[in-house]
């Protein structure tokens, strides 16, 4: 199976590894990094992931031609080419929410030079948050660590992290300053952390089981597309981890 | 001891941290017998008048005593030099605030083989809260008489 995935956000992050861990191919790429249609000449995908506010008109063209699966990760936005894919039926999986990551996030350590009080993923807030919060921080008088991708020139922010270094920081910090009810929360909790919403302590806690993780996803949209072994393979895979 | 202490700078050309270096330099070779070498990246005009000897830092790899490296750039040389007895990092800026991924910061900030020195008391505190070790102590404008007390 070919799946060529035209974002790049927090739940295809969670996503990917899932699909690969069932055999997929998985091809990358960003609107304007590539010619949409030598892509897809190339690849001839069968299925296609992407969210919305992507579909341009070259993608749009490119899904008549070839008329790959195409799965749908819901945001707010949406265009008129969406719309009419939409009204076409062309659209096999639409899928929303949020995703634990459980194959990223799963299999952290706790290392004492991450150790911190508090811990703030700079790419998880708009910039004026932050703002907010570093100060909030200062007022509380305690320890706290910035990570992210986002660059805060600041001496507490401490660099971008690669997805594995990311798990392990999370572990080491005794909560991690959250958007509450968004995955960052379950991807925290995945990893071994505290997550909190706000300065107020709200731990998670929830089951893995009861969670939405990124292997449900993958069994919803495998569904869809009408992928039985596969999603059996997804659904073994749950079990597998589940029981551990 | 100070014989086998050495102070590494990328330059000595116009700066801060080349004036005290210089400065300070300039004043404990005027009063003691024994100097204290310098290793520099680029050998350009020191901003002010040497009275130190200063060497190409490619004669590092072979010093074996003290070397106290003075930013990010010649901590990371500084690590893998294998002659060297003891490493210090004197930070008189904080240099991860700049774009880098953590990995490289944390190699070098990070580095249990490096001890670190720096500048002013809220540095200290930042270096303990944002790497989570010990400062081996702090000196102001690069007193190198206050560095060799601690280092003793």
Request: charged share 20%; hydrophobic share 40%; with cysteine.
């Amino acid at each position: 199976m070919k799946i060529l995935i035209n974002s790049y956000n927090q739940t295809l992050r969670g996503l990917i590894p899932v699909l690969q861990q069932i055999g997929a191919d998985i091809f990358i790429y960003q609107n304007g990094t590539r010619a949409a249609f030598d892509l897809f000449h190339e690849i001839k995908p069968d299925v296609l992931i992407t969210t919305p506010q992507n579909i341009n008109r070259e993608l749009y063209k490119c899904i008549e031609k070839y008329s790959p699966k195409l799965v749908v990760i819901n945001d707010t936005t949406i265009n008129d080419f969406f719309m009419d894919l939409s009204q076409k039926n062309k659209i096999n999986s639409l899928v929303s929410g949020n995703y634990a990551d459980i194959l990223n996030y799963a299999g952290s350590s706790i290392r004492p030079e991450l150790e911190t009080d508090l811990l703030i993923m700079t790419d998880w807030y708009p910039r004026e948050a932050l703002v907010s919060i570093i100060k909030n921080a200062f007022d509380y008088n305690i320890k706290f660590k910035m990570f992210g991708s986002t660059f805060v020139a600041h001496p507490y922010y401490l660099g971008s992290l690669s997805i594995d270094e990311e798990k392990d920081v999370i572990a080491s910090a005794k909560r991690t300053l959250c958007i509450s009810g968004s995955s960052n929360e379950m991807n925290v909790w995945v990893a071994g952390g505290g997550a909190v919403s706000s300065l107020i302590d709200k731990p998670v806690r929830k089951k893995l089981s009861e969670l939405n993780t990124t292997l449900h996803l993958s069994i919803e949209i495998l569904k869809d597309l009408d992928y039985k072994k596969e999603m059996e393979q997804c659904q073994n895979l749950l079990q597998s981890i589940v029981k551990t | 001891m100070s014989k086998s202490i050495a102070i590494y700078c990328q330059n000595l050309i116009k700066g801060q941290l080349s004036y005290f270096v210089c400065t300070q330099l300039n004043k404990f070779t005027s009063e003691n017998v024994s100097g204290v070498n310098v290793f520099v990246d680029d050998i350009g005009n020191p901003c002010i008048y040497a009275e130190f000897p200063i060497l190409h830092s490619f004669e590092l790899y072979s010093f074996d005593g003290t070397v106290i490296a003075t930013d990010y750039n010649t901590a990371g040389v500084l690590i893998n030099c294998p002659s060297p007895t003891r490493k210090i990092l004197y930070i008189n800026d904080l240099e991860w605030m700049y774009p880098v991924a953590f990995k490289d910061n944390a190699s070098i900030y990070g580095n249990k083989e490096l001890e670190i020195i720096t500048c002013n008391d809220r540095y200290k505190e930042i270096v303990e809260n944002a790497w989570n070790r010990k400062v081996l102590g702090v000196v102001n404008d690069f007193d190198i008489e206050k560095i060799m007390e601690i280092l003793k």
